[in-house]
């Protein structure tokens, strides 16, 4: 089942990339310079600060916990 608003997002896509033959240094320069003219309206949000635990072994972990 297509999504009408996902094929609408992907057709303006293709064609602003067809603008610029495809060419993604191209595509991205341009993003740069929109971005650049209306950069006081766009949104700026600040990151997440999202604990990857993933990245550290369970000593480290437990080690973290002791120092507390």
Request: net charge neutral; hydrophobic share 25%; glycine share 2%.
């Amino acid at each position: 089942m297509k999504d009408p608003i996902v094929e609408e997002i992907r057709y303006y896509r293709d064609e602003h990339s067809k603008q610029f033959n495809y060419d993604l240094d191209a595509i991205c320069k341009d993003y740069q310079t929109h971005q650049t003219q209306v950069g006081d309206r766009l949104v700026r949000r600040k990151p997440n600060n999202i604990a990857n635990n993933s990245l550290h072994s369970d000593a480290d972990s437990a080690t973290l916990h002791q120092r507390r």
